[in-house]
């Protein structure tokens, strides 16, 4: 199971956020460039403008009223253009960023798979890979570049203003932008967070409801369960309703705060600049280029102060993707070990556990080329947990699993595939055509040898019979694969595959005795230039097994 971690703090979430962004940081770089000019010169406007007013007052400038206008409309020009530049950089931050993380986590989870994938883990696995990543667009092109353009724009107007106008008008500007851009927002995301959490919930629980009722609708149909589970449908959709209320609520709130504090600052700025004129503090023209200067100067903490509706669900995001990158597989991927070319296997005195249960004690067998080895025992005893270890999906606790020989732990993890294959119970048959999904076990087979591994499942009279035969879309067929034919196609990937030690978990679990014996004299044939090691709970399967071991509650005895 993927490990709870710590929760981490949001400066540590961005941080480590900001380090995955890796080499593409110089386009957030580039987006704040872009955007703090761009506010610069949104806001040169109205300040020239008031410059001009200023010097019409009276006040001496070292600019004349032709630059000054050439300097109001050039800002007002520029601030499109750099505005332009923010958005490119923001979404191209926003679209090449999330094709990186995506290659990332493709990464991290193929070095998990499969131990750590185990059923319980798909769907948050799959939440992870599509809304986690999207929500994280926010952070980077939304998030990171409105902090530090509020910063950077409100020090360059703290300044002009304190040094242009005065610095009392400064410190009214400062006190505005403090409460706008720092604490409205942690006040409001304290406010704002049990409301987030309880929308997320309710969405989560009506979302997973619904879609396991139209999953399950045939389920539903047939046992008459139709008005009660549309009833209940019902029930969670007004409560999501309540709780899409409440945060919406939450979050007008707090944008109404941030509008009315923007408009006291601008009044309280207002006064203070007619006292200090009043009390010959400050001339009529500074004191009206100081103001205008602040009175345009609140956007860049008003997109601050916007932000913290998102971002608890952005740091949430975030801090569940750093999870999955640190986590570390269940078995470390060997490269520095041996290279084996398949002779024999020897398993001594092998014991495991998931966690607290002990799932096999002290087994021992051996296997080698020519042989087929049968294993039985009922549902749950640790057969298909012996074939992981025999692949190393999980480390295992104590004993040896010698091929040729050599550890398994000091083999390396690519030969070891090349020389095990196995065919789980369950196939999984991806939305491509029918060639595609049996060539992913030989990418450069012919179509000769794909035809030959699919005689050999008893699926190729099947596959000849779909409409466009090898070149079907498996999507096109729907669900109407039976588990059977998805068998069968695993079982033609393992064969073509060839590779010298196959491990079977019930591979004629879900077919019919005409295709059962196809199959079984195709291992039996197999097994010249091979070891197959079958798992099985039938006694016609077993059969063809050359010798049978039998494990029961953990540990193992030789049958036959
Ligand atoms: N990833 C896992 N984490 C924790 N427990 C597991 C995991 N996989 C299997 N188990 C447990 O280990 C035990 C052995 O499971 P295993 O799948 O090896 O049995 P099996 O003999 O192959 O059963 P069956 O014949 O029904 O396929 C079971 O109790 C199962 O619930």
């Known amino acids: 199971m993927l490990e709870k971690k710590e929760r981490r703090g949001g400066v540590s979430i961005m941080a480590r956020l900001i380090v995955l962004a890796g080499s593409l940081a ?6 704040v460039i872009g955007g703090v000019l761009g506010f610069l010169c949104a ?5 020239f403008g008031s410059l ?21 409309v050039g800002c007002g020009v520029l601030r499109g253009v750099l505005r332009l530049g923010e958005q490119y950089s923001n979404h191209y931050i926003a679209f090449k960023l999330l094709a990186v993380l995506r290659d990332k986590i ?68 400062f006190i505005g932008y403090l409460v706008i851009g720092v604490a409205i927002p942690l006040v409001s995301s304290g406010k704002l967070r049990p409301s987030g959490v309880a929308y997320r919930r309710e969405f989560a629980s009506f979302n997973g409801y619904f879609l396991d009722s139209v999953k399950g609708v045939k389920d539903i149909v047939l046992n008459n369960a139709g008005p009660a589970r549309a009833g209940e449908v019902e029930v969670r959709s007004e409560r999501l309703q309540e709780q899409t209320a409440l945060s919406k609520h939450a979050s007008a709130l707090a944008a109404g705060t941030t509008e009315l504090c923007v408009s006291v600052f601008i009044m309280i700025s207002l006064f203070a600049g007619i006292g200090l004129y009043s009390a010959g503090m400050l001339t009529a023209g500074r004191m009206i280029a100081g103001v205008a200067a602040i009175f345009s100067s609140f956007g860049p903490v008003i997109a601050v102060s916007a932000l913290p509706g998102n971002l608890t669900q952005t ?31 020897e398993v001594r005195d092998l014991s495991f556990c998931y966690e607290e249960e002990e799932v096999l004690r002290h ?43 050599t550890d398994i732990d000091r083999i390396n993890s690519e030969s070891l595939l090349d020389n095990v294959t196995m065919v789980s119970q369950s196939t999984y ?18 179509m000769e040898e794909i035809a030959r591994a ?42 073509l595959h060839d590779s010298p030690v196959i491990l079977l978990d019930e591979p004629t679990s879900n077919v019919d005795s005409i295709n059962e014996g196809i199959i079984l004299r195709s291992i039996r044939r197999e097994r010249q230039n091979k070891c197959i090691i079958l798992v099985s709970h039938r006694a016609s399967t077993m059969a063809i097994a050359d010798r049978v071991y039998a494990i029961d509650r953990g540990t193992i005895r030789k049958e036959r």
Request: hydrophobic share 45%; charged share 20%.
């Open 429 to 446: 048959i991806f939305d491509e055509t029918i060639e595609q999904n049996l060539r992913m076990a030989k990418p450069n087979a012919s």
């Open 43 to 47: 806001i040169g406007v109205p300040v």
């Open 106 to 173: 493709f990464r991290a989870l193929r070095i998990l798979c499969p131990a750590k994938l185990e059923s319980k883990q798909k769907g948050a696995i799959i939440a992870m890979l599509t809304a986690d990543i999207e929500t994280l667009e926010v952070f980077y092109a939304h998030t990171v570049s409105p902090v530090c353009i509020a910063v950077l724009v409100s020090l360059s107007m703290l300044l002009f203003v304190g040094l242009y106008s005065s610095w009392y008008l400064a410190l009214a500007a």
């Open 454 to 495: 699919c005689r050999k499942a008893s699926v190729h009279d099947f596959i000849m019979q779909l409409p466009e035969g090898y070149q079907t879309r498996a999507g096109a067929l729907g669900d109407n694969l039976s588990a059977g034919e998805k068998q069968r196609i695993g079982l033609a990937r393992a064969f």
């Open 363 to 405: 087994v021992s067998l051996t296997a080698r080329r020519g042989e087929i080895v049968g294993i039985v025992g009922p549902s749950g005893c640790g057969k298909s947990t012996l074939l992981k270890l025999l692949l190393r999906f999980w480390k295992k606790d104590s004993g040896e699993i010698l091929y040729n020989g």
């Open 52 to 72: 001009g007013i200023a010097k019409l007052l009276g006040e001496p400038l070292p600019l004349t009223y032709g630059q000054l206008m050439v300097l109001t």
């Open 315 to 345: 740091f949430a995001s975030g801090d569940r993707i750093l999870d999955l990158m640190e986590e570390k597989p269940a078995a470390e991927p060997v490269t520095d070990g041996r290279t084996f070319e398949f002779e024999s296997l």
């Open 26 to 31: 110089w386009v957030i770089l580039l987006a």
